[in-house]
């Protein structure tokens, strides 16, 4: 029986002995229960420490698609755990906190979504992986940051295409594309925020530095950059570089890596429009912590699971992603 309290807040709420070595504890609990952890590039520090494996979207479902473990947790979002449970439904895919969602996700409500693509009948519909599985449902591919363009340049010229959510992303690819795609209304709060202005005034500081940018980024903030790509895109075009000072416009959880392959080099957060903070952060996704991590393992809940017939409907533009992806040596 789950506790009435574990519920009503989403997580395991059970108090974690302070003596306790929970980095030791969760990989003995990982061992005992054949579990793997899975970790977003955006998670904090000690949770990309801990993990099996940590990367961009992409890369994060080609894992969980192989893996032969009884158990995945996902340290990421709600989507991430609901894309694992469609790719292995064989498996218990774990999440630390059912309350880390996604704002991009949010803003691409399923039923609305499936209505809009009603409404233009003759389109192919193509979606970006921060969605619910009821979305991916109505999809024919699924993209991530790292192939959308590859992806999108698969379809014949003259085809149809409707992209949701991110508007930011959609329109970055029809300009690097010269697609028209019809664009759904959405975008991801942490990406949304970045100052203009206060990238400028960090480049006058560092002069030789190269701006990173993720393509959810607004197309003015999109502008300043040396370099557009995914979170797995920008640390590789890091690694590659000669530079050494970089202003990186995406979420900070990646300073982490790119600190960790490139210690020589300086990265510097772009900051938000919030005067009161340095950097930018998903809300989201630090709702995990070590202490959940540990609970979830020890408990084995929350547990995500996905409609039968949504499940169904949804894996057909996630493996059509994953074949594209393989094919193109992405």
């Known amino acids: 029986m789950k506790k009435e309290e574990w519920l009503k807040k989403g997580y395991v709420d059970e108090p974690v002995e302070k003596a306790l070595d929970l980095k030791a504890e969760i990989k003995r609990l990982c061992r005992e229960k054949?579990?793997?952890?899975?970790?977003?590039?955006y998670q904090a520090d000690e949770?990309?420490?801990?993990?099996?494996?940590?990367?961009?979207?992409?890369?994060?479902?080609?894992?969980?698609?192989?893996?032969d473990a009884k158990i995945i947790v996902m340290c990421g979002v709600h989507f991430m755990g609901e894309t694992t449970k469609i790719l292995c439904?064989?498996?218990?895919?774990?999440?630390?906190?059912?309350?880390?969602?996604?704002?991009?996700?949010?803003?691409?409500?399923a039923d609305k979504f499936a209505a809009f693509v009603k409404d233009h009948p003759g389109y192919k519909v193509i979606s970006y992986v921060?969605?619910?599985?009821?979305?991916?449902?109505?999809?024919?591919?699924?993209?991530?940051?790292t192939?959308?363009?590859?992806?999108?340049?698969s379809f014949p010229e003259d085809e149809k295409l409707i992209f949701g959510p991110d508007k930011n992303l959609g329109n970055y690819i029809n300009s690097i594309t010269g697609r028209?795609?019809?664009?759904?209304?959405?975008?991801?709060?942490?990406?949304?925020?970045?100052?203009v202005e206060k990238i400028i005034e960090l480049k006058k500081?560092?002069?030789?530095?190269?701006?990173?940018?993720?393509?959810?980024?607004?197309?003015?903030?999109?502008?300043?950059?040396?370099?557009i790509g995914s979170t797995a895109g920008l640390l590789k075009y890091a690694m590659a570089s000669d530079k050494k000072d970089f202003i990186v416009a995406t979420e900070s959880g990646i300073l982490y890596e790119m600190r960790k392959k490139c210690p020589e080099k300086n990265f510097i957060p772009a900051p938000p429009e919030d005067s009161t903070c340095a950097c930018n952060e998903c809300?989201?996704?630090?709702?995990?912590?070590?202490?959940?991590l540990y609970n979830t393992l020890k408990y084995e809940w929350p547990e995500v699971n996905v409609d039968e017939a949504i499940a169904q409907e949804a894996i057909k533009p996630i493996q059509k992603m994953l074949e594209i992806s393989a094919k193109l040596g992405l």
């Open 34 to 41: 054949d579990a793997v952890i899975l970790g977003h590039y």
């Open 47 to 67: 949770i990309q420490e801990i993990a099996d494996f940590i990367g961009d979207s992409l890369a994060l479902a080609q894992w969980a698609a192989k893996t």
């Open 89 to 109: 439904p064989d498996k218990k895919v774990l999440i630390p906190d059912l309350n880390a969602g996604c704002s991009l996700a949010d803003s691409c409500p």
């Open 130 to 145: 921060n969605t619910s599985a009821a979305v991916k449902a109505v999809t024919d591919v699924v993209v991530t940051s």
């Open 147 to 153: 192939n959308a363009r590859q992806i999108v340049e």
């Open 180 to 195: 028209q795609m019809l664009l759904w209304d959405g975008a991801c709060h942490v990406h949304e925020k970045f100052s």
């Open 205 to 227: 500081q560092y002069p030789d530095a190269q701006v990173l940018v993720h393509p959810e980024c607004k197309g003015a903030v999109a502008k300043l950059a040396d370099k």
């Open 283 to 292: 809300n989201f996704m630090r709702l995990n912590t070590l202490e959940k």
